[in-house]
């Protein structure tokens, strides 16, 4: 128990057309970071070079684009790792992680098969990034200078960073501060995969990783990508919520006795 409430929301009210909309919010919002990210690693010229920060913020500015058209409907997740940290902070029930999941899950396979449709295949195999080299385009793949276990402790720790980002713009603390939360929600991804990209590519999202892999048979070290995130989330948002949640006081705590509703305290 924290502050009265469960670690855990187990079940909702949520009705079955309402767990739908939520289905189809994070399929589309997921099939778009992926469409759009992914197809930001292209290049035009087989074996050709793309600049990390292109990569960056291809991918942050499509999560911007995700979390700014589908926020208010689901959340906008496109992520299991954020999905993790909901359930965990007690914002998300756990009834709802499998619907999260197999929607983004979806999202991400028909995001890069549409990619894969509409460009060449001569663009879509051996790439070089401005790092190391990729078996295909936006595979996975931990840099060959630094070991598993390192490339590990990498995208654990920027999914433990990114889970905290996400616990800090839910809490209810911060309320009052959520007119940009798409734009600064995309920089942090862009920060991130600038930081961590010449490491490991900076995936930070187990569904963003199993797409390309499935489609390019890349899947060399590819639990790392599962793994890394999920358990990086789950004790980031175990971490937020007993070291800094506290209740919120209700509004008839906060307006001194006698003091007229529609005048501010």
């Known amino acids: 128990m924290v502050n009265g409430k469960k670690i855990i929301q187990l079940t909702d009210n949520?009705?079955?057309?309402?767990r739908a909309i939520v289905f189809l919010s994070e399929?589309?919002?997921t099939a778009i970071l992926v469409f759009l990210g992914c197809m930001g690693c292209v290049t035009a010229i087989a074996g050709g070079s793309i600049p990390h920060e292109q990569i960056s913020l291809t991918f942050g500015l499509a999560v911007m684009v995700s979390v700014q058209v589908f926020g208010h409907i689901s959340g906008s997740h496109i992520n299991p790792l954020v999905t993790v940290a909901a359930v965990?902070?007690?914002?998300?029930?756990?009834?709802q992680l499998p619907v999260y999941f197999v929607g983004q899950l979806?999202?991400?396979?028909?995001?890069?098969g549409i990619l894969t449709a509409v460009t060449p295949s001569e663009m879509m195999g051996n790439v070089q990034n401005s790092t190391y080299k990729t078996l295909g385009v936006c595979s996975p793949n931990i840099?060959?200078?630094?070991?598993?276990?390192?490339?590990?402790?990498?995208?654990?720790?920027?999914?433990?960073?990114?889970?905290?980002?996400?616990?800090?713009?839910?809490?209810?603390k911060n309320s009052d501060k959520?007119?940009?939360?798409?734009?600064?929600?995309?920089l942090a991804i862009a920060v991130l995969a600038m930081a961590a990209g010449?490491?490991?590519?900076?995936?930070?999202?187990?569904?963003?990783s199993f797409a390309p892999a499935l489609f390019n048979g890349d899947w060399n070290n590819?639990?790392?990508?599962?793994i890394a995130p999920l358990t990086g989330s789950f004790i980031a948002a175990l971490f937020y919520r007993l070291a800094f949640t506290k209740k919120v006081p209700s509004s008839n705590e906060t307006i001194p006795e006698g003091q007229p509703l529609n005048e501010k305290p």
Request: negative net charge.
């Open 222 to 226: 590819h639990w790392v990508y599962w």
């Open 178 to 186: 959520h007119d940009s939360v798409a734009i600064r929600f995309g």
């Open 88 to 95: 965990t902070l007690g914002n998300t029930s756990l009834i």
């Open 27 to 29: 399929l589309a919002a």
């Open 14 to 18: 949520l009705t079955t057309k309402d």
């Open 106 to 112: 979806i999202g991400a396979l028909l995001g890069f």
């Open 198 to 208: 010449p490491y490991t590519g900076a995936n930070m999202n187990p569904v963003r």
């Open 143 to 172: 840099n060959p200078d630094i070991s598993v276990g390192q490339g590990f402790l990498v995208e654990f720790m920027i999914s433990f960073i990114l889970a905290l980002v996400c616990c800090g713009v839910w809490d209810a």
